[in-house]
């Protein structure tokens, strides 16, 4: 069982910065993929970002390329989500997950085990 933890959302004015958090409850194995959704009111959730934990090859959805950066801390076994020139589309909430099953292209919330509780991100334009 792994429990995820999100942190760091908030309001944010359209141009500026978050850093999303995800504190996972036991250690990652190495063939564990994180990934980043995010769910806005009315829509699918979407996929945002993932991160192969063995090798830290990312993941990126169309709409936050060039824009929101993925990483991982192996000692305090925790992924983050920089997300930088924020757009008032981008307000969602943000979920982290865990796929414990390696797919190719990890991007399918079908595909992903354990969910954090998600953390609210709003941007103001």
């Known amino acids: 069982q792994v429990q995820l933890v999100e942190s760091g959302g908030g309001l944010v004015q359209a141009g500026g910065s978050l850093r999303l958090s995800c504190a996972a409850s036991?250690?990652?194995?190495?063939?564990?993929?994180v990934g980043w959704f995010r769910q806005a009111p009315g829509k699918e959730r979407e996929f945002v970002a993932g991160?192969?934990?063995?090798?830290?090859?990312?993941f990126y959805g169309d709409s936050v390329k060039g824009r929101f950066t993925i990483s991982r801390d192996y000692a305090k076994n925790t992924v983050y989500l920089q997300m930088n020139s924020l757009k008032p589309e981008d307000t969602a909430v943000y979920y982290c997950?865990?796929?414990?099953?390696?797919?190719?292209?990890?991007?399918?919330?079908?595909?992903?085990?354990?969910w954090g509780q998600g953390t609210q991100v709003t941007v103001s334009s």
């Open positions: 991160i192969r934990w063995i090798d830290g090859r990312t």
């Open positions: 997950a865990v796929e414990t099953n390696p797919s190719p292209q990890p991007t399918r919330d079908l595909d992903y085990d354990y």
């Open positions: 036991v250690r990652m194995l190495s063939y564990y993929t």
